[in-house]
Structure formats: C-alpha cells, structure tokens
C-alpha cells in the first residue's frame, strides 16, 4: 500500500515525498512505550559451516581484522571500528543469521526494549554477559517480522585502526555499513520499524502501489537496514563500506587472481537507489556480502523521501546492467532464539523480478520510451 | 588546560581518552536552559569585495551550483544538498563573515536558541522571514567567543542532484563538511562549545596541557566546527567535501591549468588530526576553502577522543610535510550583527607555529627520535 | 590453427610462449618487399547516418575534442594528441568503416605501403592531399583481408591539450588505443598483419588449436589492432584510453544521468586478455567503441605472448561476469574504396560464443573444477 | 645554448618545437659507427650500505618482488615486469650508482654498443656471463659523461605478476619508468644522448637560452632519462610507475603509518613537465626514489619538443607548491668500472635554485604578472 499524493518528479526520474509514500492495511499495534534510542547497526552475527573456509573468505580476501578467535567464532572488525567486532563467525550445522545487532545510546535504552518487544508479545532474552565475546548486557528479541535482533550500548573498546595504512591492503573495508532483510510484506514491516524509530529514505513501487523494498536509517546514511520484498523472514546481505570505487573495483581483480570470480555474484556498479557504487559476493555458504561506498547524508528530519519506480530499468543499477536472478531469490535463513531456522513465509504480492523481466514484466530506460530501451539481450 | 589522566597511546602515535580531555579556568557559565538541538553546520554567509571574482572562483573553477542569485548575493549549493545554499556570497566592502549557519531538528529549537543565548547576556535577532533567500524563521546571535552564529530550521527544499552526474566535474564538490573558527583561548571556546551540544572529537596539546586546536561534532563526522588557537574571533576556513581524492588532485590540475595555482595555500596532504584528505585553496578576498574527504565514523557517544602532541610532525600533515606559516596566522574577520568586523583579541598561549618550527619550537617524526627526523629543510 | 608446444602456464591461469602459437595452412603470400613502418593506430574514419546524434554522443556525452567540422563531417581528436584527429564522423548513407587510418614513420613508408599492397594484387589509392582534412599525402588500400586501410605520414600538428585541465571531464578520453577487427580466419589474419610487421602479444585458444581471437600491435601496449574471430570483414570496436578506472566508471554515471544506460552494451569489468579496464558503448549507428585503461608495455622483442583457453571464463572478463551475446555477434560493415559495404563471409570454425556458452559449451572458473564454478545463472 | 627560433607558445604557457631547441658549443664527437638500439631503460646496479635496511625499504614498504636474493645483492622487479629485474641492491662501502643499465634490441647491438664507445675511447668491459645475476651478455661503459652505462639483450625470463591482484599493496609500483642524471652541461650531454640514439622530449630554458634540464626517450614515454644540470656525474633519481594516483598516495599514507614520512623528500603533486603525477622518496642511504604515474605518448618521430621558461613556477610542480631545496643539490655518486666513485665537477652555469628563488631569482604563476604570484611564503 501506497500513498504517492504530493510526489514530485526530479530531474533524473525518480520521485521525492516529504515522508515516507507507505501505508500498511495490516500493521503491527504501536507499543505504547517508547522505542530504544538506536544508534547504528553495529554487529551481524553469521552462523557458517567451516569456520576455516569462512576465516578465509572474511580476513584473508577481505582483509577484516580479527579482534579475537577461538575454535568456535571469530570476531572480526573494519578498519575505522572502535567496538569489539562488526561481525560474529560462529560455527554451526546451518549456515544462518543468528543476530542482527544494534547498538543503542545508553544503558537505559536495553530496558527500554526489553518494555518494547515485551508488550508485543514477542520472545526477549537479556543477558548481563552479552551473548558474544566483547560485548555486556544485551537484549535479543524475536521480532514481529520474525528476525532475530539484538541491542547492546556496553561493549569492550579497541583500537581504531584507520591511521594504521601499513595494514591497509587495496581494497580495504572501513566500516560495516547496513544489513539488508528480506520479508513478504514490505509495507508491514516499514510500519513496524518506523515504530522502533527509523526514517525511510528510499522506496521501490510501482504504478498501484505495490512497495517492492524500502530503505531505512538511523545514522545518516541512506540506511542501517532496507526491507527487500521476498520470501522471508530472511537476511538479504550485510554491508561493508570502502573509502573509494577503486578499492571496491580492486575486491574484484583479487577474486579473480585467487580464481574465485564465481563469488562475485552481482556488479559492481553503481545502485540507482542510494546513488552507491556497490559490489555482491557470496561466502562460502552462500551469506550475500555486499561492499558498498559513496551514498549520501540522510540525516536531516525532513531529508526527501526516494521513490523509484519498479519499471524504471536504473533503480537497482543505474547504468542498466541486468540484475542476476538469484540476488531476487536467495537469501539466508534466520535462527529464532533457541537458534533453529525460522520458518520462511511466502510472498503474496508481485515479486520484482517477475515485473521486470521476462514474459509479463519490463523496465525502461527513459519513461515512454515505445522501444523502451531495455538491454534484453543482456539478462535472457 | 588539560586532562591528560587516563589516555592510552596508541599504535599510530596520538592519544585516546573517553572524555575530552580540556578544561578551562575561566568558563563561559553554563546556561540553565537547554541549548537548541543542532543537526549539522548548513551554510556560511561570506562577504565578498568582488562578487564577479567570487563568482567566477566558486561557480566556474569549483563548480558549485547557483541555486539563486541577483545583484547583491549568489545562493549556491553542493550536488549532495537538498537545502536552499551552503553558501552565501554577499557584496559588502569589507571581506568578511557574516554568519556561521546551522540547521536545528525542530522549529521549537529556535526558541530555546533565543533563552540559551539571552541568559548567556549575548545580542539576539530573531527574524521570522529569515536572513537570507531561501531560509526561513531564523535567530542570529554574537556568541559568547565573539562569533556571529545563525540558527534556522524552516528553509526552501531544491532538488538534490546527486544523480546529475551529467552536471559533475572532475572535482565535483558534494557536500559541506565543516566550519573552522580561530578563537585565543581553546579550552574556554570549548567548554561553551560542549554546553552547545557539541563533542570533542580529536585536540592538539602539549604536554604541559596547552591546547592548540580542538575538532567538534553534531553530525556523526569529525566536526562541524573547529576552534583554532589565534588571534580571534576570525574564521580560518569553510570546508567543501568531494567523494573521493582524485578529485582534489582535479582542483590542483584545474587551477594550473588556469594559471591560478597561487590559490592554493597548502596541500594537498592527508590530515593526522581527522585523517581526511585535504586541500586548502584562497578565494578572490583571501577567505580560506578547504576541499575534504574520507574522515570517520564518530556518532556514537563513547567514540573515543584523539589527542595529538602539538610536537608531533605528522598530526597537520601525516606525511610530514610542513605548513605554510600563512596557514596559521591568516584568517577571515567576522561581523556583528550590524555588519561591523569584531575586535580580533590576541592569543595569549603560546603559537603552534612557533612551538613547532624555528628557534624554540621541534617537531618530531618519531617521538624520543634524537635526529628528530623534522622535515626542517622543507621549511626553511 | 596452432603450434601450442613449449608452452607455459603461468600462476594466473593462461599460457606464455616465446613466439606467436598461431600457424596457417592458408596463408597469404608474403611480399618480396618490406612493408611499411608503422608507428600506431591513428585514427578510424566512421560513416554515421545522423551527424548530430553522432555528434551529441562523441563531443557532448564523451567529451572528445573537436578539431574541425563542416556539414559533412567532424574531426575529432583525444586531449593527448597533438595530430589533427583521431576519429573522423562522415555523414552518409550506411554505418560503416571508411578506413582503419595508421601513422607511419616517414614518408617514405607511403612508397612502401603502395608496393606491399600492389604486389599482394590489392586496390591502392594514394592521394598526395589526403582522403579527409588535416592529413596531407596518404595511401589507402583494400587490404587481402576486405578491410579498408589507410596509412600516412603529413599530418597537421594541433595543440596537444593534455595540460588543459579546465577542459576535463569527469570521463575524460586521453588517447586513441586500438583497433578491432572481425574476420572468418584469424590465423591466416594473423599471418598477414605479421607479414604487415605487427607482434602478437595474446590469444585465445582451445585445446584442438582453434583460434578465436588474436591481439598485436606496433606501439608498445597490448595492441593497435586485434583480430576476432567472426562473420567479416567487420569493425568490432575502437578504444579510446581514460587515465584511471574512475573516469570509466564515471561515463557510465552520465549515461544514467542522461538516461543513456542503454548505449551501454558491456561492463565496465576488467579483461583477462590484456589486463586493462574496459567499457563497451554503442553510439547511435551501433558502431561499437571501448573505453580502454591500463594494460602494459609490450616493446620488447621478445615480450611473452599470452595464450588463454577459451573455456576460461576469465578471459574476457577477469571477475567472471557474462559477456552479451550481442558483443560476439554485432559489428559495423566495412567499406570498399568506393563507398559500398564490403560483403560479410561467415566464418565457419567454431564460434567462442558458442563454445562457452549453451547447449554444447562451457567455461570454467578453476581449471578442472568439476563444478564449473561458470555464472550461468547470470547468462541464462 | 639553445635555438628558440620557430617556438610556438602554447595555451598552456610552455612552448613547443619541432626539434630539441638545444645547441652546444662543446660537443663529444658523434661516432662514425651506429649506436646500439636501446629498447628501454631496465635497471639500475645501486650499491648500499646496509643491505637489511634497503631491503625493508623497497620490499617491506614499497612491496617490489624479489626475484632471487644473496647475502651480498638483491634482484627486484615490478609487477608487470617480465625480465630478471629492474632493481639490483648491492651491498658495498659506498652509496652509489654501478648501473645504468639499458636493454638493446638484439645481440648485435651489443657489438654496436663496443665499437661506439671504443670510438669515442671510453672504457669498455664486455662480460658474456654479464655483471649482475640474471643477465646474460652484457657491455659496461664509462660513458664520455662520466656515468657508468650497461647494454644488454640476453636476459631471464620470470614470471610477469602483472595479473597477480593479490599480490598488489594499495601502492604497487607496476614499472621502471626511467632514471635521471645529474651533470654541469646539459647542452652538451643532450648532443651527446642523441647521438646515442634518444630523443628529447621536454627542457627547461631562460630567456638567455640556459638550459637547466632536458628529458629524453628511447621508449614512447617522456623519458627512459633526463639530464639534470648541477654538479655530476651524480645519478638524481630512478623511478618506479603506478597504475593510478591513489597508489601514489597510499604510499604517502602508509610512510605515515610506519612513521617513516621524512623519507618523503618532495610531493606527491603534478609536475608541469612530462604531466605526471610524483612523489620523490629517499631511500635509506639518500637514494632518491621517484614514484610517478601518467605521462603522456611521445612515440611519434615528431612529437612536439616542449619548452619550459625555468622562470614558471608551475614547471617543476604545476600547483605551484615549491620545490625543496635539497631535491635540487642533492645527488647519488656513480661508479666507475672499478666501483670507487666517480669525481664531482660543479656546474659552472646558472642553478635552477638560485634562479627561480631568493635573492636574485624569482618564478610567476602568470608570465608578466606584476604581482608575481609565486608562493613565497611556503618556501622561505
């Protein structure tokens, strides 16, 4: 569901509202207390099969640095990270999300989301230890979109490594950047975390409605996390930032010396929502990483709202290259609580890649364009 | 002042600590009511002698975008901007700044502006039409360090055009980043800085606890604004941000190819003290610009503080290179709210310049280094 | 054919040898007499249908510089070059190849060019005040392959534009780099362009010696001029060169901006076969041009020469991403020295989109992985 | 002594020729003989005085490859190099230059090499196992200018890393690109290179027809040399290329990282002569090592001669930031065929230090400027 009055078309096709264009006919109740003061996505915690073959991937190709380890998980940071870690490895029999992490402004606010999640009868666990290494008291929750989320504000401090350069290698990753979640019902579920105090910045529709995938932050990026339409609760990809394109492109020609191209599953290019030059590759259990640089600051109140519309053939890239159907249609599981998978709940509405491709669906270069423009050939 | 206690050296040779570690013997009092809710420094309004000079330095040279002008004034804009101007050329006859401009949360925040800077005894305008084209209800003050201060939240939105790269440069600037103010006595200027709502980011001290510069936040990058120890209150610069390095280097290249290379004062150089890449050019009155990019992450209420010795060579210029004396001692008056230039009072504390170069002053590449290692011939 | 033995296979993948492993059991005979010296590909003469559009995308939308036009043509030249043009749009009828135009090093090789061709029983025209303005005394044959060339010594001299920094662009092309041509049987192509005095520097092969591409060159990079493998004589594609990879990424950028994503036809992404940074246009008559950055210098005599096997699928693209059917099958007709379209003979050995792709072909990503490891998902 | 009739002033402020406007009243005898065919400068024979130090330098910090290693010498190379090496370190009593050292295009010009020099009645040594590892056949020379010159052809072949992604730093140096020589006469040096087959390329003049550097090619970039008037025969640098800019920076950066920024002697900027972009490092013994990337195409017989008044400030840095002192007086000794060091003669004409600075000299940013415009301040 939609609400598109008082769009206005830019100049480069897209449309800007002052808030968010979403409206749900079935929302999750607003809790009566107030939202945790959330700061930034802060940690995923990744559970994965061979934690060899994952140290691997993460720190010897792409260079995150390890704040500690033992036979079981492996705590892994960015170059400008200050906080223990960015990212959990843990070692488990099925490779899924077991934590999405936030981290709150104060100490009060793990209260106030343990009051939040409590009066809408979802499953919250609190523990004074912290559920990782390097972190203290933290609440983990299952959501009402059914994703494992957790909050901490207390976290050991370590070395903020961005003046060491000598550890720099060509395409170093700065900070973790943003999570992405895939769930059936996008407008239900962007209700549900304007609740917990996010503000869209960016949005996918078409013509009648229908709301593809919405963007969302707390920090003053385009986002901390996007809600992608699709079969779920699932995790789409977590993402890393990098200082420039380059490092991004240099990620890339590292894949290819070490032979393992095949991970490179979409791009890079540059996304025409959040105007980022990107780049996704799969882990060895086929966790979507995305590397990502260069979007925009988000953080005035009435920063414009991005609405692009599903046929437009440049909103997921903006030079036109074809998206890989499984970026559409893979995505990991997630664990509830006791850490066994979530069950994954069919999506009902259109599906953006039926839409755009293929025998019902099409995109276009320029809107009205009979001939339409789109590059076919290159994706069927 | 200082408070040195408790900070850990690290590995790239500065130091950190939780809490700034600044203190002053002669505070500005604390006000009783709280201060407005600062975004993010907005626009600066600029004095030209030469409005067609100015034009031709700002628009044709560095590309920023005229959103609105007429005879008197040039409202221009970043390609990352949605708000009316970042910054306003206005004919006067003295070069000068007429306003440090920033952005509240809400439109009660220009309320507790007026009662903040009332009880501190400071001259307050309040003008529901605004200042400026563009803004709306705004409050101008003389603060208490002398600076004119604007405050505003009601203001024209203009299409962002961060997807016009049809409109980009080479060195296509995309946001402001930062003000930078020269003020005698630092730790004083701070102090109120921090009852503004302001953190300490990162300072340059010795070890006897004078303090030489101190870098502040509102929005989650190393500053918005900056106190320089000088003689003040003047402005020493108003920093631009492009997306990536090569893009520096294309102003140089620009400027040469203009015959125009006597406009850049210093750089281009990697900071220690925030660890951005910069650039500072002159413009036709000697206003300082800085071009900036690729600073931290420094949002979260914990993030620690860095702490430079004044005698370490690397903290203006991480590679070493020396700072053109001009660069310390040059600076931009600032009018009251009558339009006349401030007093500019002497710092009294000792110089950085001089602690750090020629007949009493060291500077150091590796500390306890007997050789020194300074870069002196590059100097002198 | 191929003479494969004594081959090398190096840590990336591919196959060094001492001398071209390319043999013909069809050659063209070689001269009695030397050919001419040739110094580098010079420039293309293009017949466009629509002079504006063409204009619109090589001077507006590529920035190259206009060195002279009138209504029948344009003379286009890159910001390096100090001779007249590198790209000549005449207007007429079909969208063809002129000439394939190459400087020589002295006038006197003009007499040699006209006895090489004669003696191979070759059209040759010469004409002491040039075929288009700018180049005085040149020669133009229809060389024993179909393709129309041209070589040439007098040429006027224009300001080499390489410090102009003012007139950059964020894209901006700073050299003509190669040619490429399609033909039946690149072998027996190859031969003759070695008889021509061009080194061979790649290839790509399959196991049976079946050749599918061939790369060489005069000046000291990856080429002047390659053969592919294919339905001709047709013009595959001219390259001009951009100093970094940004400025690749940033043409494309434009083209979104301008709604033009669909002129982009593949990549941008990094080439296996000669290692450089690649982008593919398609200007308004589907004449194909690459933006081309970074190979590496070839002058030695005995510079190794790379054999990739065609089933590697790094070879065209070095991170694995698919190449367009399209870019295989598509290329613009070629000229006959009156004017009409040379006819197009098919070519009748394997074709490399057929054997790594589809019903009967593949590739690999890791040399005897029984997986494959191909992104087949993102082809088909 | 030079010949400025027929120069062309250009938009960009240098002017161009069509030939080397250089003239001496004091040649060396052209040879009767042919002088060898130099393909490309390959490597340079520096001896050092402490072998673990110099390794840390070019290996651990700037990341060449070593190809082989010995108590007593270091073979390194670049990563697009095919041949044996580009760098030897020698450990020896003395910091200085054993070796220029240039390949030839075929054995025989190595005979070229001896008859050439015996004519001219240098000191000639021929050895068939050659001087250094890795070499086979080589002549050494005690060139008519003082600098001890190798030729060789017979070389081994190693792997070229060029596509070895995993191996690169964030500042890979790629390739040798050329050495650069300091000696009194540059007029009559110049003459002498040319005899020997190199073309001049670029020069720094006065009015008065002084010339105070030249820059020569065999290879199709600015130069495989320069000659550098000052005190000689002294070797100034040797210098490695990069891809792209940015790496020339991340050296800068990770210099700071290792607190080693005073190795960083000059830049990184812009040169106005050859247009690329430098950094000028010292080695641990004061070799100066120059990083550089993107010159410009010069292969053509008449590629414009470009003059440059020494009175422009933007000659030696096209942003017009100042040259140090030292980079100007100091040198490397060389070697004669003995290995003891080569006697200093002072040049007797004017120093482009004094000049272009202090007391008597003077440089403008605008040619008739009244103002001047040179910085100054940043140099005194």
């Given at each position: 569901?939609?609400?598109?009055?008082?769009?206005?078309?830019?100049?480069?096709?897209?449309?800007?509202?002052?808030?968010?264009?979403?409206?749900?006919?079935?929302?999750?109740?607003?809790?009566?207390?107030?939202?945790?003061?959330?700061?930034?996505?802060?940690?995923?915690?990744?559970?994965?099969?061979?934690?060899?073959?994952?140290?691997?991937?993460?720190?010897?190709?792409?260079?995150?640095?390890?704040?500690?380890?033992?036979?079981?998980?492996?705590?892994?940071?960015?170059?400008?990270?200050?906080?223990?870690?960015?990212?959990?490895?843990?070692?488990?029999?099925?490779?899924?999300?077991?934590?999405?992490?936030y981290r709150v402004r104060t100490p009060e606010d793990l209260d106030r989301a343990v009051a939040f999640y409590t009066e809408l009868g979802c499953r919250v666990e609190r523990r004074a230890e912290g559920f990782t290494k390097g972190i203290g008291d933290s609440v983990r929750v299952e959501d009402p979109l059914g994703f494992p989320y957790e909050f901490f504000y207390d976290v050991e401090h370590v070395e903020r490594l961005a003046w060491r350069y000598d550890l720099y290698t060509p395409g170093a990753l700065v900070r973790l950047d943003h999570f992405n979640q895939v769930t059936p019902d996008v407008p239900r579920a962007t209700k549900f975390m304007q609740d917990l105090g996010f503000r869209v910045t960016e949005d996918i529709q078409d013509e009648e409605g229908t709301v593809y995938a919405a963007w969302m932050r707390r920090k003053p990026t385009v986002h901390d996390t996007a809600m992608t339409g699709g079969n779920g609760p699932r995790m789409h990809h977590v993402a890393f930032s990098t200082h420039e394109k380059h490092n991004i492109l240099a990620i890339c020609d590292k894949l290819g010396a070490l032979r393992l191209s095949d991970r490179i599953e979409r791009g890079p290019g540059r996304h025409g929502v959040s105007n980022a030059f990107y780049l996704y590759l799969l882990d060895p259990d086929g966790h979507r990483v995305e590397i990502y640089t260069q979007d925009y600051y988000t953080g005035d109140p009435d920063n414009p709202v991005v609405t692009w519309d599903v046929h437009d053939n440049q909103r997921r890239d903006w030079w036109g290259n074809p998206v890989v159907p499984s970026w559409y249609t893979e995505a990991s599981l997630v664990l509830d609580l006791d850490g066994n998978p979530r069950e994954v709940i069919t999506r009902t509405e259109d599906s953006e890649l039926a839409v755009t491709i293929g025998a019902d669906g099409f995109s276009y270069t320029r809107e009205g364009d009979e001939e339409k423009g789109f590059k076919l050939g290159n994706t069927l």
């Open positions: 569901m939609s609400a598109l009055n008082d769009r206005v078309k830019t100049s480069s096709g897209f449309y800007v509202t002052k808030e968010a264009p979403i409206a749900t006919d079935n929302p999750i109740p607003t809790p009566s207390v107030p939202a945790p003061d959330i700061l930034r996505c802060a940690y995923m915690e990744l559970v994965v099969t061979d934690l060899a073959a994952s140290r691997e991937f993460y720190v010897d190709v792409l260079g995150l640095t390890v704040t500690e380890e033992d036979e079981n998980a492996i705590y892994l940071r960015s170059l400008e990270e200050f906080i223990h870690h960015n990212l959990v490895l843990r070692k488990g029999p099925v490779a899924a999300v077991a934590a999405f992490s």
